[in-house]
């Protein structure tokens, strides 16, 4: 008896040994393999970011913890190992706003968004069609924004570099350099369609977000005149002071112009939205589980003056969840070109080696509920741009803007949010 005891307990010992290799094989681990390395924990941990915050909870129909095992089977001995395994992982989700960022690129974004910017100053997403890097907007008055570079536009080489299966952020790497010094971009023209070389001579951009003032013909509406060219941290205090002080010099109506601005913070589209808006809803979230959230507006308007807002195909992501605000509550007619349509929203995670990463975690809707990704936004008057110089913009000669001023001044825009 006791040797039967002996040999039943030997066969459940051995049974539980092979349960247990079946486990680690179907994980895709060996015990000795169990505890991680520092690089395979920082492909685990983006993983398990992705895994928490991303929107689609289907991860693009692949099989994200299948994936986690692939990528943790690789050697990994390098941090540059750990960063392609990691991009090659969220390639699979084929969306370039969900990226790792490594820790320089990561201390330049933080930087774009406090208010500076060092490079060529250009706004870039994926062109989905060429996989060459399209331009969403130049900053203004940036090198890129002197040398002519327009929305739309494609990059197609960066210093002979082809930028087709470029990610985001290898392009926008490649652009920065040494200050004073020059990069040549291959840039295929969206409006007559030729190629050309551009050589641009890289810069510290000091974003200066809000430029106004005060337009007044004889016997007209004195119209204060706001450009807002990217949502910065600064960019409320800027707008908060161009309103008062456009109050200030008179101004009876507005003109606000977001053309060529690309977004930056969703904060900093709600904040500006609620200095025009009163008692509505700026934006509606929606996130994986179908929850729906939204950002109001209380009691703080700044101004209930006729407003009339400017857009154009470089209008994009905060620029779109601003200008749906006032279109959809009556608070402002659109004029000029259907916008970029960016409607995913991304939050940035830090990981544990100091480099970062975009997550996009929700998608947003206008206040009718329109959803504008991939679709933009149509203005109440459609006015193509006409070629105008830089010093143009805002003058006689901008065709959106005279429609703006006509607007305005016939008394034909709402002037109160309804």
Known sequence: MPGFLM???????????????GLWG???????????????????EVWRVVNRAYVDDSFNGQNWWKIRQEALRQPLETRDAAYETIEGMLAKLDDPFTRLLRPDNYRNLQVNTAGELTGVGLQIAIDPESKHIKVIAPIAGSPADEAGIQPGDLVLEIDGRSTENLSLDEAATQMRGTLGTAVTLQVQRLAQGQIEDIEIIRDRIALNPVNYNLTQAEDSTPVGYIRLTQFSANATAEMTQ?????????????ILDLRNNPGGLLQAGVEIARLWLNDATIVYTVNRQAVLGSFDAGHDAL???????????GTASASEILAGALQDNRRAQ????????KGLIQSLFDLSDDSGIAVTVAKYETPSHKDINKLGITPDFVVPQNPIRRDEVGTAADLPYQKAIELLTDGAVVAKAA
């Not at 179907?26 to 685990?44: C, D, H």
């Not at 161009?242 to 507005?254: P, R, T, V, W």
């Not at 101004?303 to 195909?313: E, K, M």
């Not at 659109?334 to 349509?341: K, N, P, S």
């Open 7 to 21: 040999h039943k307990r030997a066969i459940s010992f051995g049974l539980l040994l092979s349960l247990l290799f």
């Open 334 to 341: 659109l004029v000029g070109e259907r916008t970029f349509g």
């Open 303 to 313: 101004t209930d003056a006729p407003l009339v807002v400017l857009v154009n195909q």
């Open 242 to 254: 161009a309103i008062s002080d456009l109050e200030d010099q008179g101004a009876a109506a507005y």
């Open 26 to 44: 179907w994980l895709g681990v060996m015990p000795s393999a169990l505890a991680l390395t520092e690089e395979q924990k920082l492909v685990s």
